[in-house]
């Protein structure tokens, strides 16, 4: 039990420890920054790849119910949500050419590459990859996050077309409470398959796996629990609509950004934290 109890105490002083001397939450306004203006570059070309195989359709709706589940009950959110996701559809699918997916691709890769020069500063690593071999990665990691995007899309339209099929042959109330759980589950699933590839792939160095996935754990734990605090910290703003107007769902989405920047960037100390204590004891 003091074993276990000591343990804790030495993760924890490690953790905090770490925190302090990375300053992850100065290091998550600059992924933010990154983050907001590779967003819609991002959303154009999953839409652009994801319309190959998806009806324009199933791409609105998929990607509508995605942001509605990560992004908090802002005022105005569904409205703004669902105008700019069927713009954005409406021009990926036909406007988009290979010159401008060129561009959209550098853009896009920019924000991931600034993500793998911070976390190879969390972990310290002191061997750093090319400038080439950066937006190597860069370009990879944009693909496995849309490829986990379109697998996604895919099984959600599979289970709603099963649920169609299903509805002259069973229970509907059952099929309709099993696609509702299984639509749910895609969603946190994505996001913990998303924190964990970037925590493996991006950072020049590797940790063991099984930190990693704790650090993906926690970070996706910690976003989805932070919307509620955040949907209660934008409900007692008081007069923040008055002074914003409009563009208060802009400013108060910027913030949310900028408060997943720093939960991703604690589960990366987190996953950190656990290696380097696992490495200390083991040298005891």
């Known amino acids: 039990m003091n074993l276990y109890i000591k343990l804790i105490k030495q993760y924890i002083g490690c953790l905090v420890s770490s925190i302090l001397k990375h300053n992850i939450v100065a290091l998550a306004a ?16 999953i839409i652009y790849g994801a319309s190959i195989f998806i009806p324009n359709i199933s791409i609105q709706n998929f ?54 020069q911070i976390l190879d500063m969390i972990w310290e690593i002191p061997h750093r990859r ?19 995007t379109v697998i996604t899309s895919l099984a959600t339209t599979v289970s709603l077309a099963l649920v169609q099929r299903i509805f002259l042959q069973g229970d509907l ?45 926690i970070s996706t734990l910690g976003i989805y629990l932070s919307r509620e605090v955040f949907v209660w910290y934008s409900l007692h703003l008081g007069q923040y609509e008055m002074i914003y ?25 987190v996953a ?3 290696s380097t204590v696992r490495e200390q004891n083991r040298r005891i």
């Open 30 to 45: 600059v992924i933010a920054f990154f983050g907001l203006s590779a967003m819609i570059p991002l959303a154009l070309l």
């Open 63 to 116: 990607l509508s119910d995605i942001l509605q589940s990560y992004v908090p009950s802002l005022p105005d959110a569904k409205l703004y949500i669902a105008g700019n996701v069927s713009r954005l559809v409406a021009l990926g699918s036909k406007h988009v050419r290979i010159v401008g997916v060129m561009g959209l691709l550098w853009t896009t890769v920019g924000g991931f590459v600034s993500f793998q």
């Open 130 to 148: 090319s400038f080439v071999k950066q937006y190597l990665v860069g370009f990879g990691m944009l693909g496995i996050l849309m490829s986990l």
């Open 173 to 217: 109330t059952f099929w309709l409470a099993l696609f509702h759980d299984v639509s749910r589950m895609s969603f946190p699933l994505l996001l913990f398959l998303t924190c964990y590839f970037c925590y493996r792939f991006l950072p020049s160095g590797t940790i063991r796996p099984s930190n990693l996935l704790m650090g993906a754990l």
């Open 245 to 269: 107007g409009s563009l208060t769902f802009i400013m108060l989405f910027t913030f949310w950004v900028y408060i997943v920047c720093i939960i991703v960037l604690f589960g990366a100390e």
């Open 272 to 274: 950190l934290a656990l």
